[in-house]
């Protein structure tokens, strides 16, 4: 069973930063991509990120490009989003998210079969 455990949310203030992680267990993550997502209040679920299996490519949406960075690591089973220049807007509680099948991608528009419970992440202004 392929469990995802997020954390690093918090409250900041807006301009601030954030590290947020996701560890996996059940699986090694090393073949299979890995995406952050998340959902406001009231909004539906939002695109964040995407890393592929190798980490050589990386998906954003267009809220936060160039303002977040995914990162892996397969030794430590982990995926890493780095928040930066935080706004308001990006209040919302942060989902980590991965396929069932290997190698395949995370498109913007796709659901991942394994989902976390998800870190919240508050931004004050």
């Known amino acids: 069973q392929v469990q995802l455990v997020e954390s690093g949310g918090g409250l900041v203030q807006a301009g601030g930063s954030l590290r947020l992680s996701c560890t996996a267990s059940?699986?090694?993550?090393?073949?299979?991509?890995m995406g952050w997502f998340r959902q406001a209040p009231g909004k539906e679920r939002e695109f964040v990120a995407s890393?592929?299996?190798?980490?050589?490519?990386?998906y954003y949406g267009d809220s936060v490009k160039g303002r977040v960075t995914i990162s892996r690591d397969n030794a430590k089973n982990t995926v890493y989003l780095q928040m930066s220049s935080l706004k308001p807007e990006d209040t919302a509680v942060y989902y980590c998210?991965?396929?069932?099948?290997?190698?395949?991608?995370?498109?913007?528009?796709?659901?991942?079969?394994?989902w976390g419970k998800g870190t919240l992440v508050t931004v004050s202004s």
């Open positions: 890393i592929n299996y190798s980490g050589g490519t990386a």
């Open positions: 998210g991965t396929p069932l099948m290997a190698f395949a991608n995370i498109a913007p528009t796709d659901a991942p079969e394994y």
């Open positions: 059940g699986r090694a993550i090393s073949r299979y991509s």
